[in-house]
């Protein structure tokens, strides 16, 4: 049985770059997804804590913490959520597939198009549940 219901996926980004935040939110905004952005993975924990989100989108390097241990936290305490990142370093993107293999890595600079055909793929993957 296929769920009818219209409530579109709730996208939570944490992007410490103010434009490419600004870009992002609207992408996906334009694409059909309901989006809350913070500028630091530190504002983003209460936000999974306290609300559900279907996808965390996070930049990988952001001051206080990074985008690897935000995805750690998720995992903890909103496992339901999946974890996609976004970079501009190839290195960073190699330690964040090791840590968080589960997790898709999107290298700056990229099309919006690339972006949102990403998440769109994000949320027809059935979720695997950590053992």
């Known amino acids: 049985m296929a769920m009818t219901t219209n409530i579109p996926p709730r996208i ?3 992007e410490d770059e103010e434009a490419m935040r600004t870009y992002l939110e609207r992408a996906l905004t334009n694409a059909g997804y309901e989006v809350k ?10 936000l999974l804590e306290n609300e ?3 996808l965390l989108l996070s930049d990988i390097v952001m001051p206080e913490m ?3 241990e935000l995805a750690q936290r998720c995992s903890e305490v909103s496992p339901r959520t999946k974890v996609m990142f976004i970079t501009g370093f190839a290195a960073v993107s190699l330690r964040a597939s090791r840590e968080q293999p589960q997790a898709k890595v999107l290298s700056k600079p990229f099309h919006l198009r690339d972006l949102v055909l990403e ?3 994000a949320f027809e993957e059935p979720h695997q549940a950590s053992i």
Do not use: Y
């Not at 952005?37 to 209460?46: N, Q, Y």
């Open 119 to 121: 998440v769109e793929r």
């Open 37 to 46: 952005s913070v500028d630091r993975g530190t504002e983003a924990v209460p």
């Open 66 to 68: 990074d985008g690897i």
């Open 12 to 14: 939570l980004l944490a």
């Open 52 to 54: 559900d989100f279907d």
